[in-house]
């Protein structure tokens, strides 16, 4: 059974950095295409980016509302993907959410992390 | 940036068919998927690929996909089925959302 269990949320002034994380079990992780969604408090779901799978070159895409400011990588060791985001804005706030993702589909999700950008 | 169009309200009765539409410049290009999102928990993919259901997910979902407009259409719908949907398309680039329906059972 495919599991994300995600980690590294919390409170960040404006300006601050934060990595979130997505342990993976289940499936073979480093064959997987991973994304990240995000939904600010109350409105709708974001894609902010993903990372395609290791023999697929492992190379990351983003949206442009958070490109240069996020950084998509992965830990097939680890299992692990990750969320590494700088100079946050309080429009950044919301839940994360990490997922696989299957030609274009995304079928399994993280429980979602809370990002709370604000002084 | 490509968008899609979701009303942002649903009213159906019990037992009713529920139709959600999505609408985006030729749409049917494209793969749509839909989520299904209750209040405090992760979004459940619905249906994938238009029209293909994961298992799992109960056969009173079912998705269309033509022209500018994605369905989904939910049969015999359940108080169960309360929910946001979302659509999503893909055609291989960026991954993009609807703004999302709030469907009421009542």
């Known amino acids: 059974e495919v599991h994300l269990v995600q980690s590294g949320g919390g409170l960040v002034k404006p300006g601050g950095s934060l990595r979130l994380s997505c342990a993976a079990s289940?499936?073979?992780?480093?064959?997987?295409?991973m994304t990240w969604v995000r939904q600010a408090p109350g409105k709708g779901l974001e894609w902010v980016g993903r990372?395609?799978?290791?023999?697929?070159?492992?190379?990351?895409d983003y949206a442009a509302p958070m490109a240069g400011r996020v950084t998509i990588s992965r830990d097939d060791s680890k299992s692990t993907l990750y969320l590494q985001m700088h100079s946050l804005k309080t429009e950044d706030t919301g839940t994360y959410f990490c997922?696989?993702?299957?030609?274009?589909?995304?079928?399994?999700w993280g429980q979602g992390t809370l990002v709370t950008a604000s002084s | 940036s490509y968008a899609l169009t979701q009303p942002s309200s649903l009213s159906v009765s019990p037992g009713q068919t529920a139709s959600i539409t999505c609408s985006g410049d030729t749409l049917g290009h494209k793969y749509t998927s839909w989520y299904q999102q209750k209040p405090g928990q992760s979004p459940v993919l619905v249906i994938h690929?238009?029209?293909r259901r994961p298992s799992g997910i109960p056969e009173r979902f079912s998705g269309s996909n033509s022209g500018n407009t994605a369905t989904l259409t939910i049969s015999g719908t359940q108080a169960t089925d309360e929910a946001d949907y979302y659509c999503?398309?893909?055609?291989?680039?960026?991954?993009?959302f609807g703004g999302g329906t709030k469907l009421t059972v009542l």
């Open positions: 690929q238009d029209d």
């Open positions: 289940g499936f073979t992780f480093s064959d997987a295409w």
């Open positions: 990372i395609k799978s290791t023999p697929d070159g492992a190379a990351a």
């Open positions: 997922a696989t993702e299957i030609v274009g589909a995304l079928p399994h």
């Open positions: 999503q398309a893909w055609d291989s680039g960026p991954v993009v």
